[in-house]
């Protein structure tokens, strides 16, 4: 059973980029979720994907945007990056049990550091 | 408000120890998810335990337990026989079961002193 994998693992951008990370969920699994990770913090949900549609979002602009793909695979899109942007960024996946998320899979992350 | 508090942001113990860690939440749902990850150096957030909120009886899994106490919406990690590989951050999290997104605390690093 392949694990999540997120790519890249390192990525460096400077402000008002715009960057695109990307994540192949756990085999079987296809409800994709990103999370924003800040240096000493809990991780914040960002939105989740399901069936190539998102399936709720949390408190982060619209310049935080994503696909998935009928792979489940997806990607998280960051437009106009800022300074605050510089976190690890995770993606879990999880099955569908009765519509509804069970237990996520995190992947091991992609730290981004906006300079 | 969904919230998630670990008010110990470090602890140590001793190899084959038994050290508990913290957790707090605060939801006005009745029926949810609780888990505990853990999050070693190297990154990759790991499930450690999770419990259903409408089971009474706490969850085990091999070293890890939890006491879960609905009404006090405490749900507390204990760690038996300490190994070294436990040391990491770990995070307590709840999910409700209406919804889809994961509220997580803010972690307590684990050291392990042999």
Redesign the interface.
């Known amino acids: 059973e392949t694990g999540v994998t997120q790519s890249p693992t390192h990525l460096i951008k400077t402000r008002g980029q715009q960057v695109t990370l990307r994540c192949s969920s756990q085999s079987g699994h296809n409800?994709v979720?990103w999370?924003q990770q800040a240096l000493?913090?809990?991780?914040?949900?960002i939105f989740?994907y399901?069936r190539e549609e998102e399936?709720?979002r949390?408190n982060f602009p619209p310049r935080f945007s994503g696909l998935q793909f009928p792979n489940y695979s997806s990607e998280l899109n960051v437009n106009a990056l800022e300074l605050d942007d510089s976190a690890?960024y995770?993606c879990?996946s999880s099955p569908i049990a009765g519509g509804?998320?069970?237990?996520?899979?995190?992947?091991?992350?992609t730290?981004l550091t906006v300079l | 408000a969904q919230t998630?508090t670990q008010s110990q942001p470090e602890m140590s113990v001793q190899e084959a120890e038994t050290v508990t860690l913290s957790c707090t939440y605060d939801t006005s749902e009745s029926d949810y998810?609780l888990?505990w990850?853990k999050q070693p150096p190297?990154?990759?957030?790991?499930?450690v335990i999770?419990q259903e909120a409408y089971k009474q009886q706490n969850a085990t899994e091999n070293r890890f337990s939890v006491n879960f106490q609905k009404a006090a919406k405490s749900f507390s990690l204990k760690i038996s026989d300490s190994q070294l590989g436990d040391a990491a951050m770990y995070?307590c999290?709840y999910?409700i079961?209406?919804?889809?997104?994961?509220?997580?605390?803010?972690?307590t690093s684990l050291t392990v002193i042999p």
Do not use: C, E, K, W
């Open positions: 409800t979720s999370y000493g913090q809990g991780p914040q949900f989740q399901y399936n709720g949390g690890l995770l879990a509804l998320v069970d237990t996520q899979y995190f992947g091991p992350g730290r | 998630v998810y888990f990850y190297s990154r990759q957030m790991i499930l999770r995070f999290a999910r079961n209406t919804g889809n997104q994961f509220y997580f605390g803010t972690g």
